[in-house]
Every structure is written in C-alpha cells, then in structure tokens.
C-alpha cells in the first residue's frame, strides 16, 4: 500500500493527519487478515513550497526538509500512527525519475520542450478515467494562458528547469528538477514493484496528482489502457473542516498537530480524526475533542477498575470478529466503535473472573486495532500522579493515616484528613483494591 506523504516545508496541520490516520488504520486491518503487508508513505523533499520557504527564511532546503520531517514524524507518533514499513525520499531517485521519463518520451506519451519535459495527455486514453473528467470538461472555461512549451493546455509538467540558484539535477534535458506527480510514480514502483494494490491520499490529490500518476506509470510502462497496471485499488479521504468552513491560509483557520498535542493526549485526537466515516467530512471542532476525549475517559475507568486482572498479551493482536466485520465494511468506523462501545460496558458489568478477562482481552485486540487504549489507565486518569510540586509520599502519608484512623472507627480524624487532602487539591477514591487519588 502507498499513500502520498508529506511536503515538508512547515508543521502538519490537522487536516493532514486524516489520510495518514485513515491509511494507519486499514494497515492494521490489513494485518489483521494478510502475513505480510509493507505500507509505503513518501517524503517530499524538493518542491517549490520547500524552495520559497528556504529564499523566506534564508535556511537552507536541507535544513528545512529535516527539521520538518522530524516534526512531522514526532506528530504522527503521538497520533499513533505507525512508522511506514518503507519513507522514500524524493530526492534519492532522481535518476530513477529521469529513467522513467525517458521511457514516457521513447513510448511518444512525453515531449521535451523549452527545457521541460511534458506528459501528452491526449496521447494516453484513459486520462480522466480516475477522477471523472475529461480532457475537454478540464479546458472548457479556463481562462489561464497557456504556456508557450506545452502542446495541449492540459499537458502537465514531468521535468522543469532550475534557475537563479535554484536547486537541480543534470539531466538530458539540463538542469532541472521533478514535478511532484512524477516523485510517487517512481517511488511507489520502486518501493513496491507494479502493480500494486492500494493507493491512498486525500480526495484533494484525486486530480490531477493521482490522475498524472496513473498516465504517467501506464504512459511508460506502454499500457496504453488499463489504469490497474499501475494500483489496483484507490481509497481517498475526504476533507476536515474547520467549525463548517475549509482550513485555509486566507481564512486563518489552520490548526498544527503540535498545537493540539500542548493541550491533548495524541490518542483523542486519533479519535475524532476517525469519529466519522472516512469518506465523509469531517467537521472539526471543540466539540469533537471533548466527545472523543470523554469517550477515551470512560473506556479508561472501565480498565483502571480490572488493573489487576490479568489477561494474555499475546490475544490483544487478533482482533474480536464483530469488531473485525465492520471494518472489513469498507471501513465503517461508527460501527466498530459501536462494537468497542458494547465490549466495554460488557466488561464494566462483568462479575466472574473469566468474563472480566474474555471482555478485558476483546476491549483491547480491539482498541489496538483503532490504535488507541495504549496508555496506562492510571496515568491516563492522573491516578497517584500529582501536578506541581506536590509530594506524593506527603500523600499516601496521610492516606494511611486516615485508612488507620477508619479502621479503628475514629471517623472525625478521617474526615479531617480528607479535608487536607482536599485542600492540598488531592481527590480520593475508596475502592475494594484500596485508596486510589488524583490531582483536581
Ligand atoms: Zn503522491
């Protein structure tokens, strides 16, 4: 599987966590059915938003790719989202690129032209197939002027000089470098070998990104025809809307990850980002955080109260078949977390040992699967943990003198401590397994 990575020029905003989120999830899905799945997502490297960030900041490319690749990396391991078996960097196959360009002008689907090379739309016939349209419905209404080099306003470039210091590769058409389609082309083959079976990406990448690197991976590989020579499969993702409008720079509505992760646990934002259907949009807001967050809080409580219940590790790989069933349903998220929904009050209801360790087991296999439920339940909850700078054997002190003073019924002082307790901002619970507490 391959899903278009990042361009990484600035901070991931939440609305690219979604196609990464989504392709994480049916990798697990996949894995849950087939020995051996290699998921590939990409690292753009060399594209213009990168070069007119470098010329904006004066730092180099090299330093601004690395600085937000790590970032980016760093976020997605807080959304839980697994690292891709292979991250191919753009500009490690360059050669590869021209190779394959070449092969495009052999088979007369490219032409070279004013030091670029352009892929010939009418000269590959299921141009459109993808997305729907066709050539004559893309050029009906544009106004744009087009360029002196191309044949046919629709053409689109494969290769592009590099001037005024612009970064570059030789190659026979000179100095240059790629246009973007062409990147996952070429690392999507040489990753995974043709065809492979699923290409992933947000809807936004339908046309042209998608739709060009079909035309161009069947244009050189001469399979004038079938679009399946290239992946067998599609799956896009809609979009994330912020408060019902489309993030965008003009309407400063952009939201980074790494903001979010300041004030919530990656697993609650993983969460809402699945709380709809992937095909639909997803409208972002407070509220989406707070449902997800509360969702998160209760399955917690249900683990924290069977902390003690012990289950076998190695069960929480396979995941519960209802759970497994609704997935497998192109993805049917509601209704997976329908299923986690009744596992866990399952388990809060369970009274045998063998059914708090059936339904404690089913509640996890399944949570791995949504990749969530990774934390300690105690930790989660704050439990025994203090904020500031509290002493928190100052606190399990008191605890065991008001757990003392109510064994020998001396309910006054007992209260009293609590008191203290409280005012030092301490909360505490009385369960069979003893006094547990939390910060306020
Ligand atoms: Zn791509």
């Not at 030091?115 to 066709?134: A, E, P």
């Not at 489309?246 to 980002?273: Q, T, V, W």
């Not at 699967?369 to 025994?384: A, D, E, N, R, T």
Request: charged share 25%; with cysteine; glycine share 6%.
């Amino acid at each position: 599987m391959y899903t278009c990575g990042p361009t990484v020029y600035n901070y991931a905003h939440i609305g690219n966590a979604r196609p990464a989120v989504i392709s994480d999830l049916l990798v697990r899905v996949l894995r849950q059915l087939y020995p051996k799945v290699t998921y590939v997502s990409n690292i753009t490297d060399i594209d213009d938003k990168i070069i007119n960030a470098s010329i904006e900041t004066g730092d180099s490319i090299e330093k601004i790719t690395s600085k937000y690749e790590k970032i980016y990396n760093e976020d997605m391991q807080s959304l839980g989202v697994i690292k891709p078996d292979i991250q191919p960097h753009a500009t490690d196959f360059i050669q590869e690129m021209i190779e394959l360009v070449q092969k495009m002008i052999s088979n007369g689907t490219a032409y070279a032209s004013d030091n670029h090379v352009l892929f010939d739309v009418t000269k590959y016939d299921s141009y459109g197939k993808l997305s729907g349209r066709n050539i004559d419905d893309q050029l009906a209404g544009s106004r744009v002027e087009v360029a002196s080099y191309k044949k046919n306003a629709g053409d689109f470039v494969l290769w592009k000089p590099s001037v005024d210091n612009q970064p570059g590769w030789e190659s026979p058409w000179g100095f240059g470098r790629p246009g973007w389609h062409l990147e996952c082309s070429t690392m999507a083959e040489e990753s995974l070998g043709l065809p492979f079976d699923i290409h992933g990406g947000g809807m936004d990448l339908i046309f042209p990104h998608h739709e060009n690197e079909i035309a161009q991976s069947c244009g050189a590989h001469n399979e004038n025809k079938d679009p399946s020579i290239f992946a067998k499969y599609w799956i896009h993702n809609a979009m994330l809307n912020i408060d019902g409008e489309k993030m965008s720079k003009s309407l400063g509505n952009i939201f980074y990850i790494r903001d979010y992760l300041k004030n919530y646990d990656g697993e609650i934002l993983r969460l809402a980002l699945l709380s709809g259907h992937y095909r639909q949009s997803i409208n972002w807001t407070d509220e989406t955080i707070k449902q997800s967050k509360n969702n998160l809080d209760k399955f917690y409580r249900i683990l924290n109260k069977v902390s003690d219940v012990k289950i076998n590790e190695d069960d929480i790989y396979k995941c519960p078949s209802k759970v497994l069933d609704a997935l497998c349903d192109d993805l049917n998220t509601s209704k997976a977390f329908a299923e986690i929904i009744d596992i866990s009050k399952k388990l809060s209801l369970s009274e045998t040992l063998e059914n708090k360790i059936k339904y404690k087991t089913q509640l996890l296999a399944s949570a791995y699967v949504f990749g969530i439920l990774q934390k300690s339940p105690k930790k989660w909850l704050g439990i025994g943990q203090t904020q500031d700078n509290l002493d928190s054997q100052h606190i399990e002190n008191l605890i065991n003198e008001r757990n003392e003073a109510r064994s020998s019924k001396n309910f006054s002082k007992a209260d009293e401590i609590r008191n203290k307790l409280s005012q030092l901002g301490i909360e505490i619970e009385d369960t069979p397994n003893g006094t547990i507490w939390r910060s306020k």
